[in-house]
C-alpha cells in the first residue's frame, strides 16, 4: 500500500514541475531555468515508472506459485506434455512444472500429513521405550515426493536418531528437490529412491523382508494403481511383531455406516460429499474409492485413525475427506489368499485401477460390514438429542438394551484378556461397538466431575489389595480414589456412554505419561494451552483409537475450563451466570478462602441462598426434565422417587443447607468449591490430583487394576463368574429402574457377588423401594446414612442423596 501512494506523489510532482516550467518560460523567457525543471519532471517520471515496475515484479513473484498450482492441477492438459502411458510418467507430467513449490502450495490441501507423522513418533518412542532396544529404527517413506515429510518428522523423531531413512517416489522431479533438501540439512543417513514402490533394491540391505521398523505414506496410496501389491508389498518389509504403518491422504466412504471398533467418529461421507470428491480427483488420477482404505485396513490392524474435513479455501463449504492413520502389523491367516490374489495378479501383469464412477469394479468382498446395523454416523444427531430424557433405564443399560450384540468384525490391536470380557483396545479400555444406538445416543459425557463422597465409600468398602471391584465409571474420580486408597486387585468400570469411559481413560495416560504438573493444569486449573500437542505426541499411544477420536475432534475441551463442559457443565455455567449478575464473585469468593465455618454458613444463609435460589426458581428449574438430566444427569424415575417422598424445593434445600456448616469449602469440601470456582485448589482437591496420589498410583502402577467396559450392567455383569466379585459400587444407579429390570440386575449382583460380599448404593429417595429387592436374593440390608428432612445434618460431604446403603451378601 506504501509503494503506490508513493508513485503517485512522484506523479504528482511531475506535472507541477511541468506546469512551473511552461509557465516561467511564457512570462520571464528563462530557458535555462525552465529546462531544468523539464529535467527533473521527467526523471521524476522515469523514477515513477521503475517503482512501478519494480512493484509489478515483486507481485508476480508473490502470486506465481498460486498461479503455477492453479494451472498445473486444473488447467493444464496432461495428455500433451509427455507420456503418460505409465505412472512415472503422468507423476512427471504433473509434477514437472510444480515441483519447486509443491511444498509451498500443498499446506492448505495436504491435512493429517503433521498429525500422523506425530502419531508415527510417539508410537516410535513407545515401543523402543517398552522394548529397551538400544538399535536405531529404519524408516521407508513410500511416495516420499519432496522430502517435506522427512523434514518434519524431524521436529518429532530426530533423523540422525535412525539407522537408515528410504524415501521412495516414482517422480524424478520431486526426488531431485528431495535430495537438495537432505543435502542442505547434511543427512548422510537418508536415501532417495527415484523407482516404483514395489521395489526391493535397498541400498545397504541385502533382504529388507522383515527388516523395517515404520513405514509411511502421505497422500501416495491414493495415487497408486496397483495398490492391493503395494500395501502386501509394505507387509512384508515391516518387521513382523514391532513393525507398523503411518498412512494420511484422502477417503470417501461407502454409503453403508461401518461398524468398527476402532472408532467411526467423522468417518461416514455423506452423498455429495463422497461422490463429489471421488470425480474431481479422479481427473487428476488420484483415486478416493474407499476400497482402498478397506483394504488397508483388512492387511493391517488399526492402532489409531482419526477423520477429518479440509475446509479448504471455503471453510464449512469445501470438505475434503482425509484421515490421519496407524496400523499395526497383525497375525491373520486370512489374508494369505489376498496375498495369493495379488501376486497373481502382478504375474498376470494386470493392473486395478479405480474408477470411482463405477465402484463395481472395485473388491466388494474386501468390504467388511454387519447387516443388522442402521446405516448412522456418530458426527450425526441420534434419536436421543441433547434436550431428550430417559424414562427408562436404556441410557445406562437395562436388561432390554442390546443384549448380546456383537462388536464389529474390524479387528483391532488387542492384548490378551480374559475372553469373558473381549480384547483390549489399549491398557485398559475394552472394545466394543461405537456405532450401537446405545451408544450413539450420547455426544459427550454428562459427568466431568463425580458427585459422591469417595471418603465414605472407602470407610464403609475396606478395601483389600484382593478385591474384585465393579463400579460404575462416571468421571472417574471414585474409581481412581479407590485404586490409590486400596489398591485393589481388579476394578471393572462400567458405563454404557463411552464418553464417560473416554474421560477415564484419558486421565489414566495422563498419570501413566505426564508430570504431575502437566496433569494438574489438565484436571485441577482446568485448562490447559498445549492440549493438542500433549494428546498427539505423549498421550496417544496409550489410548484406544476410540478414545483418542474423541479428544482429538474435542481438543478444545481444556482451551478455557474443562468443569464448565459436558451436560454437569450446564449447572456450573448457570451458577456462574447467576453469581454475575446478582454481584456476589466476592461473597462467594469468601466462602471458598474463609476458615470460619460461622462465616460460611452466614454467608451462603444470609446472602448466597436468597439471592440464587429463591424458592420460584428451585420450582422453575426442577418443573424442566430436560434441564434435571442435561445440567444435572437426574432422569425422570429418580425425580419420582424425590416426589414420593416430599418435595422438590425441600429437598434442594436439605442438600445445601448441611453442607455450610459440615466442613470448609477452603481444605475439604473440595466438590462444592469446584462448583464456585470451576477448578480445584491444590488444599481442596480429590486425593488423586495431589502430587502424592499422582506418584503414588504411578510407582505402585495401580491404575492396571482397571478395567473398561462400554457396555449395559446386565452385559457384563453376565459376564461374571458366580461369586467373582467382592465389592459392587452402583451410586445411585438404581434409581433411574422400573421394578422389572431392577429385579434382572439385582439378581445377577448376587449371583456374581461372593458370600460375604458388599453391594454399596446411594438414593434420592430415603428408603427405596429396590431395598427389598437386595433382600429377595440373599442380602442383608444396612443403611449407612439417611437424610433427615430439615434437621441440617448431612449424611457426607456431597450430601446430594437422601440415603446411602450397604448390603451385605449372606
Not at 492402532?303 to 464449512?316: Q, T, Y
Not at 450401537?436 to 468398602?461: G, K, M, N
Request: charged fraction near 20%; include cysteine; hydrophobic fraction near 40%.
Amino acid at each position: 500500500m506504501h509503494k503506490p501512494a508513493a508513485s503517485g506523489s512522484t506523479v504528482a510532482l511531475m506535472v507541477a514541475s511541468t506546469s512551473v516550467a511552461l509557465y516561467l518560460l511564457n512570462t520571464t523567457g528563462n530557458f535555462k531555468k525552465a529546462q531544468e525543471m523539464m529535467v527533473t519532471s521527467q526523471l521524476a517520471f522515469l523514477g515513477a515508472v521503475a517503482a512501478f515496475v519494480m512493484l509489478l515484479i515483486a507481485s508476480l513473484d508473490q502470486v506465481k506459485a498460486p498461479l503455477k498450482f492453479i494451472y498445473s492441477c486444473f488447467l493444464k492438459p496432461l495428455g500433451k506434455t509427455g507420456d503418460v502411458s505409465n505412472q512415472k510418467g503422468r507423476l512427471e507430467a504433473f509434477y514437472k512444472d510444480q515441483a519447486e513449490i509443491y511444498d509451498e502450495t500443498r499446506g492448505g490441501l495436504l491435512r493429517g500429513r503433521s498429525t500422523m507423522l506425530a502419531l508415527v513418533a510417539a508410537q516410535l518412542k513407545d515401543q523402543l521405550k517398552k522394548s529397551g532396544s538400544s538399535k536405531a529404527p529404519i524408516w521407508v517413506d513410500l511416495g516420499g515426493g519432496t522430502g517435506w515429510n522427512i523434514e518434519q518428522m524431524n521436529n518429532h523423531f530426530p533423523i540422525s536418531k535412525f539407522e537408515r531413512v528410504y524415501l521412495v517416489d516414482l517422480c524424478p522431479s520431486l526426488c531431485k528437490v528431495a535430495r537438495e533438501r537432505f543435502q542442505k540439512f547434511g543427512w548422510t543417513n537418508v536415501v532417495v529412491l527415484c523407482e516404483d514402490a514395489l521395489g526391493m533394491d535397498f541400498p545397504g540391505m541385502a533382504n529388507p523382508v522383515g527388516q523395517m521398523d515404520v513405514v509411511t505414506m502421505s497422500y501416495s496410496l491414493s495415487m497408486m494403481d496397483n495398490y492391493y501389491a503395494v500395501i502386501d508389498h509394505v507387509q512384508k518389509l515391516l518387521k513382523p511383531k514391532t513393525g507398523f504403518l503411518g498412512v494420511s491422504d484422502f477417503y470417501a466412504s461407502t454409503s453403508v455406516q461401518k461398524a468398527s471398533a476402532h472408532g467411526v467418529e467423522d468417518y461416514h461421507c455423506n452423498w455429495f460429499t463422497r461422490n463429489f470428491w471421488q470425480i474431481w480427483f479422479a481427473f487428476d488420477h488420484v483415486h478416493l474409492h474407499a476400497s482402498r482404505r478397506e483394504y488397508l485396513e483388512y492387511r493391517f490392524d488399526v492402532k489409531k485413525a482419526i477423520n477429518g474435513r479440509n475446509h479448504f479455501v471455503i471453510p464449512f463449504v469445501v470438505q475434503i475427506p482425509y484421515y490421519a492413520w496407524i496400523g499395526q502389523m497383525k497375525k491373520d491367516t486370512r489374508a494369505s489368499e489376498v496375498d495369493t490374489l495379488s501376486r497373481s495378479r502382478s504375474m498376470a501383469g494386470s493392473s486395478i485401477s479405480l474408477d470411482p464412477i463405477a465402484p463395481m469394479d472395485e473388491p466388494a468382498p474386501l468390504q467388511l460390514q454387519t447387516s443388522d446395523l442402521r446405516p448412522r454416523s456418530m458426527s450425526t444427531d441420534s434419536n436421543a438429542s441433547q434436550d431428550s430424557v430417559p424414562d427408562s433405564p436404556s441410557s445406562v443399560g437395562s436388561s432390554s438394551t442390546l443384549v448380546g450384540t456383537s462388536i464389529s468384525p474390524q479387528k483391532v490391536p488387542h492384548q490378551k484378556v480374559d475372553s469373558r470380557f473381549g480384547v483390549k483396545q489399549s491398557q485398559w479400555r475394552l472394545s466394543y461397538d461405537p456405532t450401537l444406538e446405545c451408544h450413539t445416543q450420547f455426544r459427550s459425557y454428562i459427568y466431568a466431575f463425580t458427585w459422591e463422597d469417595p471418603r465414605i465409600d472407602l470407610e464403609v468398602l475396606d478395601l483389600k489389595k484382593d478385591d474384585v471391584m465393579f463400579v460404575i465409571t462416571s468421571a472417574g474420580d471414585n474409581a481412581l480414589e479407590y485404586a490409590l486408597q486400596g489398591q485393589p486387585a481388579r476394578i471393572h468400570c462400567v458405563d454404557m456412554n463411552p464418553c464417560q469411559n473416554h474421560l477415564l481413560e484419558l486421565k489414566l495416560a495422563c498419570i501413566n505419561n505426564l508430570p504431575h504438573s502437566e496433569f494438574w493444569q489438565m484436571f485441577g486449573e482446568g485448562r490447559h494451552s498445549d492440549f493438542r500437542r500433549l494428546l498427539i505426541d505423549q498421550l496417544s499411544p496409550s489410548l484406544s483409537s476410540t478414545a483418542l477420536q474423541f479428544w482429538y475432534k474435542n481438543r478444545d475441551t481444556f482451551d478455557q475450563s474443562f468443569y464448565e463442559t459436558g451436560y454437569s457443565g450446564l449447572a456450573l455455567r448457570l451458577f456462574k451466570w447467576l453469581v454475575k449478575i446478582k454481584g456476589l464473585k466476592k461473597v462467594v469468593q469468601e466462602i471458598t478462602t474463609t476458615d470460619q465455618i460461622s462465616t460460611q454458613e452466614h454467608l451462603w444463609e444470609n446472602v448466597v441462598k436468597p439471592s440464587t435460589l429463591p424458592v420460584w426458581l428451585v420450582q422453575w428449574v426442577l418443573s424442566h426434565p430436560a434441564f434435571l438430566w442435561n445440567a444435572l444427569g437426574v432422569p425422570i424415575n429418580q425425580m419420582k422417587l424425590i416426589l414420593d417422598e416430599g418435595n422438590a424445593v425441600q429437598y434442594i434445600y436439605d442438600t445445601l443447607d448441611p453442607i455450610m456448616n459440615r466442613s470448609l469449602f477452603k481444605d475439604d469440601q473440595y466438590f462444592y468449591n469446584l462448583v464456585v470456582n470451576r477448578k480445584y485448589t491444590p488444599e481442596s482437591c480429590p486425593s488423586y490430583l495431589t502430587e502424592a496420589g499422582f506418584t503414588s498410583l504411578r510407582e505402585n502402577k495401580s491404575t492396571d487394576s482397571m478395567m473398561l467396559h462400554t457396555k449395559s450392567i446386565i452385559q457384563v455383569l453376565r459376564s461374571m463368574k458366580d461369586g467373582e466379585l467382592t465389592k459392587a459400587v452402583l451410586m445411585d444407579h438404581m434409581d433411574w429402574f422400573d421394578p422389572k429390570d431392577a429385579d434382572e440386575e439385582i439378581r445377577e449382583v448376587a449371583r456374581a457377588v461372593r458370600t460375604g460380599g458388599m453391594v454399596l448404593w446411594r438414593s434420592a429417595g430415603r428408603q427405596p423401594w429396590y431395598n427389598a429387592l437386595f433382600e429377595k436374593y440373599g442380602f442383608k440390608v444396612e443403611a449407612v446414612g439417611v437424610r433427615v428432612p430439615g434437621s441440617g445434618v448431612s449424611i457426607d460431604r456431597v450430601n446430594m442423596y437422601a440415603s446411602c446403603y450397604r448390603a451385605i451378601k449372606k
